[in-house]
């Protein structure tokens, strides 16, 4: 099992970091392998347009996105954190949505579990994970549940609450990370 854990934030040690590694090192608790990209590091360019993708498959802009399809197609889950930023995920995270593109046409994200991760201080976080949960289903990709933790300051989330019903956000974390295996292992049987 191998899970890739997308971490939409453009700063380090943040609180999306935070809850997306919590869900990282749950499901390496179940024994899975995982890999992690962080946007702050990043160039990604938003898609342009080209059409170039439909049907080959492939995007032609030659960016760090070139690294992240490597990651997405070795993957058998992803985990997709962002900032709730002015009501939806940051500019960052909508960028590599929009250059899923070509992926309509190769369906290479066809059959993924995916899970949304949020952060987020206060207000926008049930529409953002529907907006990740139309990626998701667009793709293909069968989504978890996921987790939301709220919080402004970096670090907040770790004593903040989860989305959920008494849960703080970091035991969504991890009870995010066995759902995605629970959903791997029900998949493969
Ligand atoms: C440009 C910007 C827009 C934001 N918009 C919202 C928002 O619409 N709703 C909200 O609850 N928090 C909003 N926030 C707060 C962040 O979601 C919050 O600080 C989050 O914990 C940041 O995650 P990070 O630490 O991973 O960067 C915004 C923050 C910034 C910088």
């Not at 899975?32 to 990604?44: E, L, S």
């Not at 207000?123 to 793709?139: E, K």
Request: charged share 20%.
């Amino acid at each position: 099992m191998k899970v890739l854990g997308i971490i939409g934030s453009p700063r380090h040690g943040g609180n999306t970091e935070i809850l997306v590694n919590e869900v990282l090192a749950s499901v390496r608790e179940e024994g899975a392998a995982t890999d992690v990209f962080h946007v702050a590091d990043k160039n990604i360019s938003g898609c342009d347009g080209c059409g170039g993708c439909f049907p080959s498959g492939v995007c032609r802009i030659k960016d760090d996105m070139q690294e992240l399809y490597r990651k997405m197609e070795w993957a058998d889950a992803i985990v997709f954190g962002s900032p709730v930023y002015f009501n939806y995920v940051t500019a960052q995270a909508k960028a590599i949505i929009d250059r899923t593109f070509c992926y309509l046409a190769s369906r290479r994200l066809q059959g993924k579990v995916a899970a949304p991760v949020l952060a987020l201080r206060r207000i926008g976080g049930g529409q953002t994970r529907v907006q990740l949960f139309g990626w998701f289903i667009s793709q293909g990709m069968i989504p978890v549940r996921g987790a939301i933790g709220y919080g402004a300051q970096k670090g907040e989330v770790r004593t903040g609450v989860g989305g959920g019903i008494n849960v703080t956000a970091l035991e969504e974390a991890r009870q995010t990370g066995k759902d995605i295996i629970a959903m791997l292992k029900r998949l493969s049987k």
